[in-house]
């Protein structure tokens, strides 16, 4: 096995250290963060540090980068001020376009319409979706926590509303991401397709894990 | 699309909900945290709340459940107690042992043994590492944040060293996971092997993105 040390960091080139850290915790979920800012243009962010947090709240998390005046995050802004931003599963049909979003645009235009993407409002929630995305998730911003390590943010918002593609559904309430295409990235740039090894029972002591069905059965 | 509203969370079965919500950030990172107590009582938690928090200081976090005398939460007592940790990529050689350590066994024995999984310490570092993983962390105790929300805890790392496989390293940095075999998991119980659409350049205004060789070239 290689060792790399962080006690060696000075002996990689700053952009390959980088590649290299973003690497570390494995595949990632890659999602589109949705706002809209007082002025009613929308915006869209590639996002892919979205965890889940609880379910009762149905609590959900992201990171966003530090935010200063020379180096504003829009989405944390438009968050702020307005309350409500959504989270859209992204697919190989325009994984592309959504990588393009993360680009340094200017505030006073969108990146829906710069990237090629379809902004849709619902039932008057208070941020856009992201219209070709099979799972799109509404959320109201509870608190934004500063992470004094590394002054990043750590955005927790509460799940109001989910629109899902219906075959995604399954019996037990397990959503099944592949039949919809959702994908997954890892490190800055790469992304992936999934193939299912199995669902896997509750596991308990002394009993061996076995596989389910798709249905949980 | 189906829609499921927060405000209809009472018409769902408790168990449902939970795995619907769990489903929603979209495919996780797949990896066990290894620790270990005073008594020298190694420990083993499966974790797919890992994520990337930055790379200058080389910062991970992750999220434990809420922790209390009723439910110990063994993992987060004995990285207080020693301050390290490691995180471990899990594979398909391995995965079903790895689901079966979230079973709850007693403080005083080793989910290592009872899993069949392999202890290994190297270097001195103070935490074990698990030897059928293919990318091995280890890293120090930087922070604990509790999340006033819902009583969970982000547990916040500084990387100290990396043992990875040599056919994961890419000239410009970029571990290639797949190469080494490390999977992904949706929901509460789904495992899934990755297919690489592609890795993307790095996105400008004004330029389309393209796909850059596995070498990032």
């Avoid at 609880?54 to 307005?82: C, E, V, W, Y």
Wanted: charged share 25%; hydrophobic share 30%; proline share 4%.
């Amino acid at each position: 096995m290689n060792r790399i040390l962080k006690s060696e960091q000075d002996q990689y080139e700053k952009r390959e250290w980088t590649r290299i850290i973003n690497c570390l915790s494995g595949f990632k979920s890659a999602n589109l963060v949705a706002t809209r800012d007082q002025n009613g243009v929308s915006n869209l962010s590639m996002i892919s540090s979205c965890f889940h947090l609880g379910a009762s709240p149905p609590l959900m998390g992201f990171i966003q980068r530090p935010h200063s005046n020379k180096s504003p995050r829009h989405t944390l802004m438009n968050i702020k001020d307005s309350g409500f931003y959504s989270i859209n599963h992204i697919t190989e049909d325009f994984y592309k376009r959504a990588h393009q979003s993360s680009a340094r645009y200017p505030m006073e235009t969108s990146e829906f319409d710069l990237c090629g993407l379809t902004e849709e409002y619902k039932e008057e929630f208070g941020a856009p979706f992201v219209a070709e995305s099979p799972l799109q998730i509404g959320l109201e911003l509870k608190e934004v926590l500063d992470i004094q390590q590394n002054n990043t943010h750590l955005v927790i918002g509460e799940v109001q509303v989910i629109y899902v593609e219906e075959r995604a559904y399954r019996k037990d309430g397990f959503l099944d991401l592949e039949a919809i295409g959702s994908l997954c990235c890892s490190g800055l740039d790469s992304y992936h397709k999934t193939q299912r090894l199995a669902r896997l029972s509750y596991a308990k002591p002394n009993e061996e894990v076995k596989e389910l069905s798709l249905d949980g059965e």
